[in-house]
């Protein structure tokens, strides 16, 4: 490479770096215009990508739905559902530490919890309800007394990193499976929307 080719692409990746990160909802999904309505997930494997994106459509689409590591400006939205997948027993650090540093921002805006875990793919009780609600969201955000519900996930050993998906292949009987459900996610979208 020239002397000049490379002065000239080191300026251009340094200049990368230093641009702001833009967050961006998925945009080419059916959602209104100026919507006021934003659901915040935090994700490994995907999994609660899905239930939001599905909740969003019971909502008829107008929320818009953000991956919590574009760390979003939820400033100018009125309301905001806050939901996470399920790892030893809590959210991803990166959806607790963006509840934290903006709990002031949050604590009039959100009107509803989800959580998705495994649960040993036994049907959730009222003790996941208190472990992941009570015991957890609400404890980062102090916005308690407003609509939630867990789902059931899914197991996908193939876009796992490699400590996670060797720690799940050495459990016994573990093996992939899907318990997640559009039907249930949708029927949340509409009771959200019917309760406010
Ligand atoms: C490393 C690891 C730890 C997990 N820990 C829990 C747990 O403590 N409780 C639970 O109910 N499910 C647990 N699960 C199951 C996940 O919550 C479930 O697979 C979920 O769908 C994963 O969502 P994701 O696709 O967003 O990663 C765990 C899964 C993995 C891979």
Redesign the pocket.
Known sequence: MEKRDFIKNSLLAAGALLLPRKSQALEFYPTTLNAEWAILY????????DAALWISEGMNGIAQVFDVRENPNLLNYKNVIVG???????TSKELQDYLVKNKVILSNKIRGYFA?????RQPVKLE?YDQFFKNHLVKLTGVEGVVNRVF?????FG??DPD??R??QSMPDMEEYD??KRSECLAFGKEIIEKI
């Open positions: 935090g994700t490994w494997c995907g999994t609660s990508r996470g997948s399920i790892r030893s027993g809590v998705v875990c495994g649960n040993m996941q059931l996930g899914r197991v996908t876009l796992m996670s998906r720690m799940m318990n997640l």
